[in-house]
């Protein structure tokens, strides 16, 4: 953004000017992701709990996804702004779930096992973001607007498996109880 993105007039409000610079836009969209992930942590989950658990995963990383995408591209303050707000709720989405499929998956016996392989997962996003900075020069923003939707494709499919082992597993421990009551097993969504 510090190369791309040209300097713009973001507000200008009788006769006060706030101009945007790419790294100054930038700072920008980290403040509104911070405040928009509290601010909406809730709203977003009593509006969407009856969205069953798996959807609301993959559209959360479907948006999550598509607001970066077009971020690689955008060029306008204020479409970014937009597409900042499109990916928080992405990412507001789905964590809650990705964190309750990781409670459901992870044996007890092996919990802190699981959990420092789990922290390792900023290192490698750290990773893969210099890895970015460096393609960017390479590819373009449309090119990284692909390579973002190849890597959300990736965590669509390598997520599958874990989400249809976490519903098996919630659908056993359900069938039990179920059978001690005489009522029919149901899983959950």
Known sequence: MAEEFRPQVLLDVAGWHLDVDG??????LRV???VLVVLLALIVHKALRRVPDTRRMYIG??????GFMGLAVAADAWLLL???VVYTIG???????????????IDPSARATYMALFGLRTRGAMLIASLCVVGGAFL???GMAMLYAGLGGAAVLLLREPVRAAEARRAAAVAPDANRTGEKAAPRP
């Open 23 to 28: 790294v100054r836009m930038l700072g920008i």
């Open 32 to 34: 509104l992701n911070t």
């Open 61 to 66: 990383i479907v948006l999550f996804v598509a």
């Open 82 to 84: 937009a597409l900042g």
């Open 91 to 105: 990412e507001v989405m789905n964590v809650p779930m990705r964190q309750a499929l990781m409670a459901d998956l």
């Open 140 to 142: 373009g923003p449309y």
